[in-house]
Structures are given as C-alpha cells and as structure tokens.
C-alpha cells in the first residue's frame, strides 16, 4: 500500500486499488453539491469567488446519492474493524450523507458543528448567515471499539470535557495557499487546526489515515506532522502537485512526548492498598468529597467504611453514598497532607513516577 503518497486518480477507482482493512481513518471533505446559480456579489458589487468547478456538480441529487453510495461504500471497504470515518459538509449535501452512512451500517458516534468565528457575510440579506459546517464522526459498525483520546481532547479544552461545537476560525492569511495570481489555489482549502483536532481525537501515532478528496493536501500535511501515515487521491494535477510540495516543507514533531497525552486507561494499574502499603495512607486517614458533604476513613485492607458504618472499595461507597450505579473514586476522595487538601489520585501519580524512576530502560 502507498503510504505517504499521493494517488493521482479517480475516487472510486483509486479506492478500489486499495487493500481490505488497511486504514484507521478515512477524513473525507466530498463536492458539497452546491446548487448554485448565477454569480454571488458584495454590497459593494465586487464578485464573491464561490465554489463553481466543476468536480462539485452533478445532474441531480440521485446522481450525487449514487456517487456518495460508490465511495462509502470503498471506504467502509478499506477501513478496518475499528476504524472510524470523518465527513465535512454544509446543509446542501450533509443530511444526504448522513442517512447513506447508516444505510451502509455505519455506527454514527457524533455529529460536530465546525462554528466559524469569521464567516463569510450573507449579502442578499435573505437567510441567516451560514457560518458553520458539519462533521460525522462514524465508526465502521457498531461493534467497532473506535480510538478516542479523550484525555487528550481534555488538555485541549482547558481540562474541560470537549463538547460537540467547535469554535474555530476558517482557513484565511498565511495558511491560505495562492497562486501565482493571488487567487486561493482551492475554493475548500480547510484549516489545519481543524484537522490536527480531529486526527488527535481519533487516531494513534503512526496509524493510516486516508483523504479520498486531498485537495491541496491538509490531511497530508498534518498527518506528516504528527506522525501519522497517509493516503491521498486527487483527480486534479495541479492539486497534487501543490500538496506535494506543500507536505515535502512539512517538518514532524520528533519527539513522542510531545505528541499526545496517555489514555489514563494505559497508565500502569495501582491498586488503592499501594497507598497504605508505601506509607502515603495510614489506616484511620480521613477521606472526603471536594465538597466535604461525604467522608469515610481507611481501613488496613485498603476498603473504606463511613460513619453509618457503610463500607466498600473506594469506588464502591462513593457510589453508595452519593446513591449513584457508579464513581470513580481516584477523582471522588480527597485527603489532607501537610495542611493541603488533595485529590488522593495525586498519590497514585506519585508511585507511578516512582515506579517509572526505579525501572531500567
């Protein structure tokens, strides 16, 4: 398989060259469909340069359904058990596209608004301003155990679970790729924050993604980056040829550590009696909520018991107390050392460095 390079070709039949269950992620940014008609003028009569080549129409939108069909249909193909696929588009074409991915059984896992924070103004002053696109996140079945690094996107958002509507500002000044007339060297050129947000989300280092529709090569150019493999197509020579040159200036970030934060779950496991084992918890520590509503102290065996005499792990009474099915209770109980209050998943942390200091590499 061509990994890290760029198939001049046909969509569908460049897919169809490519082998079963060989790629992580498919990122695809298809033809809208626009249906435009006429040209587009500002206020000040100077001409708004739309989307109008001809890769974006098709007769009907039978025609544009059966070409969604054909290259979903590839990618679910090729993509493998647990790999995901990322759609962009607007309101002309998104819902078609949507209801195709669930009748190829795909496992929709979310739908994420793309939120402009400078769109392009509507002139005619006949419908709301458009100023956001759509992404469908979808695995390649519901059986699908899908990649998300959600530690990561945490970091990303300011220790904030990320949501679903992201604020993020269109391609525009430097990143914007021109040509030698000063024109965009393409209508849908997207911006490259928006790319590394989803590639961080979705895949491991060195995993496949593959852009069926590459354009002048964002996905490329990210993917290289942060060190991801990837595939594109691109039917056009003058865009292969920009995003060739495009991804040859881009420079990957050479350290690991640098790249993402660990899954907590691939963290060595600690069980919660290591804390009294190393001396970090004594039998008869009192632990808390952040709120100080729930308290509980330690017992030798590592289990908690209340003051109604209701005992358990610490996961176990923190959801008994709270009368909840579940808590993780490395985040739910705090304790007090040295006049400071700390979540006790802090001295987890600290045997796991220990751990990692008095282990050779």
């Not at 102290?297 to 008994?320: E, F, N, P, T, Y």
């Not at 001295?347 to 220990?354: G, K, M, P, S, T």
Request: proline fraction near 5%; charged fraction near 25%; hydrophobic fraction near 40%.
């Amino acid at each position: 398989m061509a990994e890290n390079k760029i198939i001049h070709g046909d969509c569908i039949t460049a897919l169809r060259g490519l082998a079963d269950h060989s790629v992580d992620l498919v990122f695809a940014d298809p033809p809208y469909n626009l249906q435009l008609s006429g040209d587009l003028s500002r206020p000040d009569q100077t001409h708004v340069d739309a989307v109008k080549d001809a890769w974006d129409q098709f007769d009907s939108f039978a025609a544009y359904d059966e070409f969604t069909k054909l290259w979903l249909t590839e990618a679910r193909r090729v993509l493998k058990p647990d790999g995901t696929i990322w759609v962009i588009g607007s309101y002309h074409n998104i819902f078609r596209v949507g209801a195709i991915l669930q009748d190829l059984d795909y496992w929709i896992l979310n739908d994420v608004v793309w939120r402009k924070t400078n769109p392009m103004p509507n002139f005619r002053g006949r419908r709301f301003t458009n100023a956001h696109e759509t992404l469908i996140w979808a695995a390649r079945s519901q059986k699908s155990r899908h990649v998300f690094n959600y530690e990561a996107m945490k970091a990303l958002n300011d220790d904030v679970q990320m949501r679903s509507d992201w604020e993020l500002p269109i391609c525009t000044g430097s990143e914007r790729l021109k040509e030698a007339d000063g024109k965009k060297a393409h209508p849908t050129q997207k911006p490259e924050n928006l790319l590394a947000r989803v590639i961080l989300a979705s895949t491991r280092r060195d995993d496949v993604i593959l852009d069926p529709f590459f354009g002048t090569g964002t996905t490329g150019a990210v993917a290289k980056k942060l060190n991801r493999q990837f595939i594109g197509i691109e039917q056009d020579a003058t865009y292969v040829d920009i995003a060739r040159r495009r991804i040859a200036a881009v420079t990957p970030i050479d350290s690991k550590d640098l790249l993402e934060t660990q899954p907590r779950r691939a963290l060595p496991k600690i069980p919660f009696g290591s804390l009294i084992e190393r001396g970090l918890l004594t039998p008869g520590d009192r632990l808390f909520d952040s709120r100080k509503r729930f308290s509980a102290q330690v017992r030798a065996d590592g289990s908690l018991v209340a003051k109604d005499k209701q005992s358990g792990s610490i996961h176990v009474l923190g959801a008994k107390l709270q009368n909840l099915p579940s808590c993780n209770g490395w985040t739910f109980w705090h304790v007090e050392k040295a006049g400071k209050t700390m979540v006790i998943d802090e001295l987890r942390n600290q045997i796991r460095a220990e751990n990692e200091t008095s282990t050779p590499h």
